[in-house]
């Protein structure tokens, strides 16, 4: 199995800034595609990016330019830099994770805890 441990998320004034991370460790033989997804309440879970494991990048059309989507590979973590927030960014975020597991086909897909981000007005 593999586990997703995120950390980051908090309160924050309008305009301000927090950099979420995920790590992801187990049985990982390879890690594929990454990303993060966020969902408000009483609202469906939706995009916010994702990174490929050669490094390109997806965003929502109402995100790009405020976050940026990264990872380190060889700590198997990925990374949401979020500036500008807005009240409308609260939400829980998730991380997602497609991995290839040691000794197992095919790829599996993992979800993080979650973590609540919280901006102020």
């Known amino acids: 199995q593999v586990q997703l441990v995120e950390s980051g998320g908090g309160l924050v004034q309008f305009g301000g800034s927090l950099r979420l991370s995920c790590a992801a460790s187990?049985?990982?033989?390879?890690?594929?595609?990454m990303g993060w997804y966020r969902q408000a309440p009483g609202k469906q879970r939706e995009l916010v990016a994702t990174i490929t494991s050669g490094g390109a990048t997806n965003y929502a059309d109402s995100l790009e330019g405020r976050f940026t989507i990264s990872r380190d590979n060889a700590k198997n973590t990925v990374f949401l830099q979020m500036n500008s927030l807005k009240p409308e960014d609260t939400a829980v975020y998730y991380c997602y994770v497609s991995v290839i597991e040691s000794g197992h086909l095919p790829p599996d897909d993992y979800w993080g805890q979650g973590t609540q981000v919280t901006v102020s007005s």
């Open positions: 187990g049985n990982i033989f390879r890690v594929n595609g």
